[in-house]
C-alpha cells in the first residue's frame, strides 16, 4: 500500500474539482478467499461485526423518536466500522395529522468519524456526507428516503460483494426498521393521548347534557308559580281600578312584566332545548336574529354589549327550521360575548341579499379579541375550544356548521381589520 496525493482527476467524479485528499490505494489482489478476509479486515469489519450489529438491533431506542434512532445507530455502526466514516442522512416522517404542524421537513445529518480521525467537512450535500474520502457508499433506509452513508478510501468499498457491504447492507435495514417503528410508536402514543381527550370531552359533554335534563326540569316547575304571579298580578290591577294608588299601581304593573319576561323566556328555553323535530317552513330571518338576542339578554348585558342591527328592507324568507336557526345565531353571540374586552362589547348583526340575488347573507361582527389565523381551520371541529376548562366544550361552532350545511347554506370566519371577529353565513334564496 502507497500513501499518495490523488486529485479529483484521479479519484473520479465524486471528488469536487480543485480539492486534493490523501487516500489510500491498494493493489488489485485476485478476489480468493484469503484476499476476502484480509481485505475486511482492513476495513475493520470481523466476523462478530453482525454480532454487534443484532445486539445494536435490539436496543434500538424506538420509543425515543426517529432521531434518538438515528443518533444510536449511528454511533453503533460508528463502533462497529471503526476504520469507515458512518453518517445518516435522516428525512423524518411527518407528523400525525392531529399533531403540530412542523412546515417544510428537513434532512438532519449525523456522522461519526473513524477513531482520531481529522478531516475537512465538505459543504451539506445529502448525496454525499463525506466529500474528504475517495468512496462514499448510499444505501437506502426507511420509506421517507432516510439514506446511511458509508465513506472511506478504501476503493473496496465499491465491491459489492465484500463483507463490509454486507454488513452495511443489513445496517441500512436495520435503520429502517427502527425508524418506521418509531414512527408507529410516535402515532400510537398520539392516537392513545387523542382518545383520552376525546374520552373526557365526552364525559364533559354528558355532564353538560343532564345538566340541561335537570334545567329543562327546574324550567317545568317554574312554570306553575310564574303563571300564578302573572295571573294574580293581573286580578290585583284589574281591581285597583284607575282609582288605584298610582305608585302601587306602577309596581304591581312591573311584577307582572318581570314575571311574563321570565315565563316567556322559560317557555321558549325549553322549546329551543327539545330535540328538533321540525320540517323547513318559511322563516323571517330578522325575527328568528331578533329572538336569539332576546335569548342572549343576559350574556350581553353581563358584557356589556352594544349591539347594533342593520337589517335591509325587504329581505325574503328562508326556508328552514326556526329553532335551528335560532340555536346558529345563539351560539354565535354567546362567542362574541366571551371574547369581547371588558371595556365594553359591540356586536353587529347586518342582512343583505347578495348581487346576484340568489343568497341572503348575515354577517354576525364583535370587537372580541379574534382568532389566531392557525386556529381559524380548527373552530368548526367538534371539541377544539380554548376556553378553561367548563368554560366551554367546543361544540357550539360544530353544531353550527352542521346546521348550516343541513340549510345548505355556508358559513366562514374573518378576522376584522378593526380588530375582532366575522361571521358571514349565506343562505340559499328558496
Ligand atoms: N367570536 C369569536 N371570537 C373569538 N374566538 C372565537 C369566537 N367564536 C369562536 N371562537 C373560538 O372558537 C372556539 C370554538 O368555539 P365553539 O363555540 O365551537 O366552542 P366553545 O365556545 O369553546 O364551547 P361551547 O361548546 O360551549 O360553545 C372557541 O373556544 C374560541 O376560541
Ligand atoms: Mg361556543
Redesign the pocket.
Known amino acids: 500500500m502507497t500513501r499518495e496525493d490523488v486529485t479529483s482527476s484521479a479519484s473520479g467524479s465524486r471528488i469536487p474539482e480543485s480539492e486534493t485528499y490523501e487516500r489510500v490505494t491498494v493493489s488489485s489482489v485476485p478476489v480468493s478467499r484469503e484476499a476476502r478476509v484480509s481485505k475486511t479486515q482492513v476495513v475493520g469489519v470481523d466476523a462478530s461485526s453482525l454480532d454487534r450489529l443484532l445486539v445494536a438491533t435490539c436496543n434500538l431506542p424506538v420509543a425515543d423518536g426517529e432521531v434518538a434512532v438515528v443518533e444510536y445507530t449511528v454511533r453503533a455502526l460508528g463502533d462497529i466500522f471503526q476504520e469507515c466514516a458512518v453518517g445518516a442522512c435522516l428525512v423524518p416522517a411527518p407528523p400525525p395529522a392531529s399533531g403540530p404542524s412542523l412546515g417544510p421537513i428537513e434532512q438532519r445529518v449525523f456522522k461519526s468519524l473513524p477513531h482520531g480521525e481529522e478531516h475537512r467537512v465538505g459543504p451539506p450535500d445529502p448525496t454525499r456526507l463525506f466529500p474528504a474520502y475517495a468512496y462514499e457508499r448510499v444505501i437506502s433506509a426507511g420509506p421517507q428516503g432516510s439514506t446511511l452513508h458509508f465513506a472511506s478510501d478504501d476503493p473496496r468499498l465499491d465491491d459489492d460483494d465484500s463483507a463490509l457491504m454486507h454488513v452495511a447492507q443489513r445496517a441500512g435495514l436495520v435503520l429502517g426498521h427502527g425508524l418506521a417503528l418509531a414512527g408507529m410508536h410516535a402515532k400510537a402514543t398520539s392516537d392513545a393521548r387523542d382518545l383520552r381527550a376525546l374520552n373526557s370531552h365526552m364525559v364533559q359533554a354528558e355532564k353538560l347534557a343532564s345538566l340541561g335534563q335537570i334545567a329543562a326540569g327546574v324550567v317545568h316547575e317554574l312554570n306553575n308559580p310564574l303563571t300564578s304571579i302573572v295571573a294574580y298580578t293581573d286580578w290585583l290591577l284589574r281591581k285597583a281600578g284607575p282609582q288605584g294608588e298610582p305608585d302601587s299601581v306602577e309596581r304591581l304593573r312591573r311584577i307582572g312584566e318581570s314575571a311574563s319576561r321570565i315565563l316567556r323566556f322559560t317557555r321558549d328555553l325549553v322549546a329551543y332545548a327539545r330535540p328538533s323535530s321540525e320540517v323547513p317552513v318559511p322563516v323571517a330571518i330578522h325575527n328568528v336574529i331578533d329572538q336569539a338576542l332576546a335569548f342572549c339578554e343576559h350574556v350581553l348585558a353581563e358584557h356589556g354589549a352594544k349591539v347594533e342591527r342593520a337589517y335591509a328592507d325587504a329581505i325574503p324568507p328562508v326556508r328552514g327550521m326556526p329553532e335551528q336557526l335560532a340555536q346558529v345565531f345563539v351560539?354565535?353571540f354567546?362567542?362574541?360575548c366571551?371574547?369581547m374586552p371588558d371595556s365594553g362589547g359591540e356586536l353587529v348583526v347586518s342582512t343583505r341579499v347578495s348581487a346576484d340575488a340568489r343568497t341572503i347573507e348575515v354577517t354576525v361582527e364583535?370587537n372580541?379579541?379574534?382568532?389566531p389565523l392557525d386556529?381559524q381551520a380548527q373552530?368548526f371541529t367538534p371539541f377544539?375550544?380554548?376556553?378553561a376548562d367548563g368554560?366551554?366544550?367546543?361544540?357550539?361552532?360544530?353544531i353550527v356548521k352542521n346546521i348550516v350545511d343541513g340549510h345548505e347554506g355556508d358559513i366562514h370566519v374573518e378576522r376584522r381589520a378593526s380588530g375582532?371577529?366575522r361571521?358571514v353565513l349565506a343562505f340559499p334564496v328558496p
Not at 372580541?368 to 382568532?371: A, K, L, S
Not at 377544539?384 to 376556553?387: A, I, V
Not at 368554560?391 to 360544530?398: A, D, E, F, V, W
Open positions: 351560539n354565535l354567546t362567542n362574541a366571551h371574547a364583535d372580541g379579541h379574534g382568532i386556529h373552530i377544539f375550544t380554548t376556553k368554560r366551554g366544550t367546543g361544540l357550539g361552532l360544530s375582532g371577529t361571521f
